[in-house]
């Protein structure tokens, strides 16, 4: 009869496993709080407090938080849908879709926001038969008295651009995990495809809609590459706090640089938080 | 009424080949054949869930082969259950009365009988996910019975029931076909339940595997 | 109603609210953009609700041009908004979206490019800057030299030579002397700013960086080291107007301030540029110029252009150059004079140190149509009972060349005889032939091509002092010479070449030449026709 020991080096094994997952794991934490630190000291609170009474860095607050709460509603509108489409039907043209939604992700931001400033103010392609062809941006401003590039539904088109496709992926997986055949009961019991979708499918992607909102939110208060060639980075205009920072450093207050900063750290970090909650809360 | 005619359904590498029977009004019919014989995919086809390529299907003797799944009156009970899980008990059971419309006194009343025969008053609050394995299984067949159908398909209903529990649960089917008159389809791999439940049984052929 | 679906709604109002403040932000920071009304009085234009000035600039004028922005903004009440970059992305910028009125980039190397693209209009030079190092204050590592930057424990960082003048101006230095390679060689990165560069060395990421003197004014912890070598190294920065811009006489109108020499010019200064000569600010100025009569028809309609495109007054005195002389010479001395002959322009070299031959217009023999009395020659002017109009010597070059043209022929005597009338101007001489009064009379060949339903010109040949040419040139005592310049640009341009063509001149662009008084053998004539032709303005 076999008696019972215990087996050490086993127990070794798992301690090792624990030093080798926590030790990865920390070293990025631990990087991730050495850059905040660093920040902090690099100014004091009274430069902190200086540079957000600017005038332009309020402007820049208010339309950076106007501008990110639009960007994302509007992505996850659309992402919803999509996410759906794409998780729940094959269709011919499926897999390349797939593809074209990637996209803004893998686009370095330049390329973007560069392709933005080419689409609305070159003719538009195949549009030569319209006397010097069809620019966007002229139709916008002169026919609907709307304009757009170098105002600012440009920097809510750049951040949403990159945010969709963000959130369209979240909402993708989180269909994906969605059983399908609740709403095909649903619609054995007397329910149009719309209503299984709006009274069963929607319901439980409440988490993920979250999910996305939160990343297409982050995303686009970090965005700035497209910005600054679409939009530009007028001050009072179309400065949000991400060009804030570029134009700071570029006239070489770094001091109110690092102080926009940590603001934008702060604000994410807000914003995070507020919206786990609500997620946390919604399901109970 | 339950018919089926010449019904093929093609899924990728997987051919159903021709099946027909027929199921009277008010019949218990059991659907027996081994595992991966395409019982399941004979009860979607049925429902309207699963796209056919031949045949057609009746319905209280309508053609309803090429109709959507909500206008076939026929209440599917899949094997995962699939109760809706943001609802409550409640809210499942009334759910295919108020896509509807129904009045809120005809709903109560509805709800009201289906707990009453399927014990459960005391749970109508409760979340789904809250519920017993024999608990779940009687929402989702008050939910599929909810709106009166013409006919019932169960899919492997009890396999995932204790032994007391799948007793209690066959004379409550038993009870149900008799007392509401509705046809039942009832899927199943096991010959005691057959015997215990079917009075007419489907035996579906072995299904040889395409020669490449 | 779930609850998904209820946010949903609740985000829609959300964005609709967002997006109503959004607009009304917008327009409350003033800026509305409605369509350009053109603007004969531009002061009247700020109240009118006219869009802004957008402004394309370098990133090492950042400093000096916020300073020179909030000035403008406070005194005239029109609004600018300054684009800031490196030089090349922003001419890219322009180059697709073609929105911006004013170019300011680093180097005038970019404003040469844009022009050969057609971007740009006019060019106003503001400043230069000269190139050197950046260190840290008390230059630790004491660099002092172009070897010290290959040292091996020296970081050197510069900005992107393809992006920003002052690497591109750098490395053509460098390129010249052969050095170029060793100093990329020893370059750690390329910043796309020269800001950056100051930045770097600022946080300590680089101990020096090639940058232009005025990018360290907003960094008092570093210092600038001049080198030999880069002496030479100066970048000439410049004004650029936009050619699609829609509002040329605001863009115009913040330009001028800019160059302004007790406006912009003075920030530029005290940021250490080095500036230039530059026009007094004014919000509205006007420009005087006198010119000889006969020149009328070949520029009055560039002035005008020129007025509605800058938005400026030019008010313009047409007169025989003699009377014209004699104005200045009572005191009253325009921005430009633009004579009718180098002769009345060598009169007045103490108000006029330098000027530009423009073009050249010869005298004729003016007759009615179909040539009644036969005149084919200077020599048939001396027919017996021939009335013959010419120019007053004294009061227009006109005048005074045709004597030297009857001097030349050797019938200066049997000429003068029939002379009935002499004018200051040759437009009365041809009222007077179409009139009647007169057979015949000698003028220019632009009063000739003015009225061709009317009368002919004969040729007068083998003379070549009849030939008069056209001088311009700006006072040395004006307040806005760089208006005057530009002003002459405009008559230089193609367009205007083309109308003194039209009108009987010939175009012959000189260079800027000294303008030196005659020599002795005329100077007796000159003095007595100056004194005549005061004594003849007094009257």
Known sequence: MKTLRQNHARQVRDGIFFLVMGGLSSSFIALIILLLIADFT?????????????????????????????????????????????????????????????????????????????????????????????????????????????????????QFTVSCAFAVRTMRVTFDQIDSRAEDVARTLGCSRAGAFLRIALPQATRGMITAGTIAWARALGEFGPILVFAGSTRFRTEVLSTTVFLELSVGQLDAAVAVSLLMVAMAVIVLVLLRAIGAGLNG | MIEVQNLTVRQGSFTLPKVSFRVERGQYAVLMGKSGTGKTTILEAICGLRKISGGNIQIDDVDVTNWSPADRNAGYMPQDLALFPTLNVRENLEFALDIRWTSRKKRDERVAFLANMLGLEHLLKRRVQGLSGGEAQ???????????????????????????????????????????????????????EADALADVCIRLPEITPPKS | MSKPLLFMICSLFLVAGLMYWLFNNDRSTGRPIIQNKSQPNPTEGTKSGESEIILLCAASNQSVIEQIRKQYEEETGRRVSVQYGNSQSLLAQLEISKRGDLYLPADDSFLDNAKGKKLIEEVIPIATMPIGLVVKRGNPKSIKSLADLQRSDVRLVQADPEAAAVTKVARSILEKSGQWESIKAATRAFRSTVTEVATDVQIAAADVGIVYSPVLVPFPELAFVPIAEFESGISQVSLGIISSTKQPAAALHFARYIAASDRGLKSYQQQGFTIGAGDLWSDLPELTIYAGSMLRPAIEDSIIAFETREGVKVSRSYNGCGILVAQMKAGQIPDAYFACDTEFMSQVTDLFPEATE??????????????????????????????????????????????????????????????????????????????????????????????????????????????????????????????????????????????????????????????????????????????????????
């Open chain 1, 42 to 158: 690099f100014t004091s609170i009274a430069e902190f407090r200086t540079a957000l009474s600017k005038p332009e860095i309020q402007a820049a607050f208010r339309l950076t938080m106007a501008s990110c709460t639009v960007a994302a509603i509007m992505s996850v509108w659309v992402a919803v849908p999509l996410g759906y489409i794409l998780s729940r039907y094959r269709f011919f043209g499926h897999r390349l879709i797939d593809t074209i939604v990637d996209i803004p992700i893998v686009l370095p931001p330049l390329v973007l926001g560069l392709s933005l400033l080419i689409l609305f103010h070159q003719p538009f392609p195949f549009s030569n038969w319209i006397g010097k062809g069809f620019v966007l941006d002229e139709f916008l401003r002169e026919t609907l008295h709307f304009p757009v590039s170098y105002s600012w539904p440009a920097v809510i088109l750049a």
């Open chain 2, 138 to 192: 009687r929402v989702a067949l008050g939910r599929a019975l909810s709106f009166e159908p013409s006919a019932l398909l169960l899919d492997e209903p009890l396999s995932a029931l204790d032994a007391i529990t799948r007793s209690t649960s066959q004379k409550l089917l038993k009870d149900i076909n008799h007392q509401t008159g509705v046809t039942v389809l009832h899927v199943t791999h096991s010959q005691d």
């Open chain 3, 358 to 539: 423009v073009s050249q217009n010869e005298l004729v023999i003016m007759i009615p149509k179909g040539n009644p009395h036969k005149i084919a020659s200077l020599r048939d002017l001396t027919k017996p009972g021939l009335r013959v109009g010419i120019g007053h010597e004294k009061q227009c070059a006109m005048g005074w060349i045709t004597q030297n043209t009857f001097r030349e022929s050797g019938l200066q005597q049997e000429l003068m005889s029939n002379v009935t009338v002499q004018t200051p101007t040759g437009d009365m001489l041809v009222n007077q032939l179409r009139t009647g009064s007169l057979d015949a009379a000698v003028a220019y060949l632009s009063n000739a091509a003015g009225a061709v339903e009317f009368l002919d010109a004969v040729e007068i040949q083998g003379i070549p002092c009849s030939t008069a040419t056209q001088p311009w040139s700006v006072a040395k005592n004006s307040k806005y010479p760089l208006l005057a310049d530009r002003l002459f640009q405009r008559i230089c341009s193609a367009e205007s070449q083309d109308v003194f063509e039209a009108e009987g001149f010939q175009w012959q662009l000189g260079t800027k030449k000294l303008n030196l008084p005659k020599a002795t053998a005329t100077q007796s004539t000159n003095a007595q026709s100056t004194t005549e032709a005061a004594a003849g303005a007094k009257e």
